[in-house]
T-cell receptor, first 113, second 114 residues
Framework: DAGVIQSPRHEVTEMGQEVTLRCKPI?????LFWYRQTMMRGLELLIY????????DSGMPEDRFSAKMPNASFSTLKIQPSEPRDSAVYFC???????????FGPGTRLTVT | GENVEQHPSTLSVQEGDSAVIKCTYS??????FPWYKQELGKRPQLIID?????GEKKDQRIAVTLNKTAKHFSLHITETQPEDSAVYFC?????????????FGTGTRLQVTL
């Protein structure tokens, strides 16, 4: 298996633009997680899905952030409009069972100027 | 919700020495405690985990201990090597229905010097 796949790996955009990050979990995994990592705030859980259903989105910082999982093999995290403080590395992770290893993707480094 | 505190934030040891990282958690119902290692510019990767029915687990040079009464757990790395230099994150989780989420500590930057 190729592991968790994220795209793009790097994104540079201007303030006010819409940004869409994409994730393909490992086949057979039924839980998917979106994290944001910054020096100041560390690794934060934004939202997670179980069987394509959002379970907990309490970590989503603002209404500018939204996430979808239309099927078991694809999820998106959208920021509209983007702001410089959204600059971070965004990780997607998946797991096949609760209380088991989460496998992280390579991350998307987002820079908003 | 769960709160995980991790100490120290930075740790420098000489090659061959031991390193210990400590975490505390707040939710007494948490029952899964993984440790992740993140090398510079890379993704976090699981190095060891422990469940609440076990007090200690060891894998070669790495060991984790859990004290449920005190709600703390620790990572021990013996005979440290330069390749152990990375940021280490502890986390805690409990199952809720068919799903669970990890709450991560703030990370410990370990530097192993020659």
């Amino acid at each position: 298996d190729a592991g968790v796949i994220q795209s793009p790996r790097h994104e540079v955009t201007e303030m006010g633009q819409e940004v869409t990050l994409r994730c393909k979990p490992i086949s057979g995994h039924n839980s998917l997680f979106w994290y944001r990592q910054t020096m100041m705030r560390g690794l934060e859980l934004l939202i997670y899905f179980n069987n394509n259903v959002p379970i907990d989105d309490s970590g989503m910082p603002e209404d500018r952030f939204s996430a979808k999982m239309p099927n078991a093999s694809f999820s998106t995290l959208k920021i509209q409009p983007s702001e410089p403080r959204d600059s971070a590395v965004y990780f997607c992770a998946s797991t096949m069972n609760p209380l088991h290893e989460q496998y992280f993707g390579p991350g998307t480094r987002l820079t908003v100027t | 919700g769960e709160n995980v505190e991790q100490h120290p934030s930075t740790l420098s040891v000489q090659e061959g020495d031991s390193a210990v990282i400590k975490c505390t958690y707040s939710d007494s119902a948490s029952n899964y405690f993984p440790w992740y290692k993140q090398e510079l510019g890379k993704r976090p990767q699981l190095i060891i985990d422990i469940r609440s029915n076990v007090g200690e687990k060891k894998d070669q040079r790495i060991a984790v201990t859990l004290n449920k009464t005190a709600k703390h757990f620790s990572l021990h790395i013996t005979e440290t090597q330069p390749e152990d230099s990375a940021v280490y994150f502890c986390a805690a989780s409990r199952r809720t229905g068919t799903a669970s989420k990890l709450t991560f500590g703030t990370g410990t930057r370990l530097q192993v010097t020659l």
